[in-house]
């Protein structure tokens, strides 16, 4: 447990965590919505710090960037908790092991210890990934700092969420981003997700100016975006407001969590993105999770 970064103190003694756009109005003994940040006595505190749930080594493909640093070991580390709640989550044993008010579990590992492991694995960068990395930012700082010094890369596998200052204070630590754009209209985000999209679509952009690496992923979800004309829209935005050149992942879905009755995506509807991802002036589409 670690005070956290980010966060105000209202009039009425509540607190204002400002990590992510959820932007939590969190009281006494309270929680925000990803479970790991608490009102204690007038403070908040990362619960998460330190507790690391899981990590190993994986391809840096996996994450998936296919166009930084490739054929390269990525150590990849998370902790429990997310700030969506996302129906279809692969990891929603971890993302959502914390809510309400559950114990924050995980391994006590520091963050000299990751960075000596990511080392002894011959690894060239840290991945920051499996559940939402804002929500365990001060832990993930600590440990890029770190990794920097040994001449390690940094990984952000994100859904892009966190709020703009948060963004602006990681990006000078951060070598490359993968990130979630779920789906492009706002209320559908919001009933499936728990978020509205608008400020990823902003972060997306602050990312791409910045000059960091960036890859963009989209799970194609039965009833969420599958269609054509939603999938056209995140191509149009790639286009118009990022760049051709920005990565495109066209993932599949697979039932899991509150969507376990649901039949895997139409292999077809991610063909058809494809073509028409191409045919807008994508440079680089990659269908995912189809064997």
């Not at 670690?2 to 969190?26: P, Q, W």
């Not at 060239?124 to 700082?141: G, K, Q, R, W």
Request: proline share 5%.
């Amino acid at each position: 447990m670690k005070e956290a970064m980010f966060y105000e103190t209202l009039d009425d003694g509540s607190l204002r965590c400002r990590v992510c756009n959820h932007f939590c109005k969190i009281t006494k003994n309270d929680r925000g919505l990803c479970g790991v940040r608490e009102n204690k006595k007038g403070k908040l505190y990362a619960l998460n710090y330190g507790k690391t749930i899981s990590y190993g080594v994986d391809p840096i493909e996996k994450k998936p960037l296919y166009h930084f640093l490739p054929r390269t070991k990525a150590y990849s580390i998370a902790t429990v908790g997310c700030n969506f709640g996302c129906m279809w989550c692969q990891n929603w044993r971890i993302s959502q092991a914390p809510k309400p008010k559950r114990n924050v579990e995980g391994r006590y590992i520091t963050p000299e210890e990751h960075v000596k492991n990511a080392l002894s694995r011959g690894c060239d960068s840290i991945a920051y990934t499996y559940s939402e990395p804002t929500i365990f930012l001060e832990y993930a700082y600590d440990i890029m700092k770190l990794s920097h010094e040994f001449g390690l890369k940094n990984v952000w596998v994100s859904n892009g969420f966190m709020s703009k200052e948060v963004l602006e204070f990681i990006l000078p630590l951060v070598d490359a981003m993968n990130i979630d754009f779920k789906g492009f209209d706002d209320e559908t985000h919001k009933l499936y997700v728990g978020a509205p999209v608008k400020p990823v679509r902003d972060n997306l952009k602050t990312i791409y100016q910045t000059g960091v690496h960036l890859e963009i992923t989209t799970l194609v979800v039965p009833g969420f975006n599958d269609n054509l004309e939603e999938l056209e829209k995140i191509a149009d935005f790639i286009i118009d407001e990022l760049d051709a050149s920005v990565p495109w992942h066209i993932s599949r879905f697979y039932p899991a969590w509150k969507m376990s009755d649901v039949t895997p995506t139409d292999v077809d509807i991610l063909k058809e993105a494809e073509k028409l991802g191409k045919e807008k002036g994508i440079k680089h589409i990659h269908i995912g999770n189809v064997y």
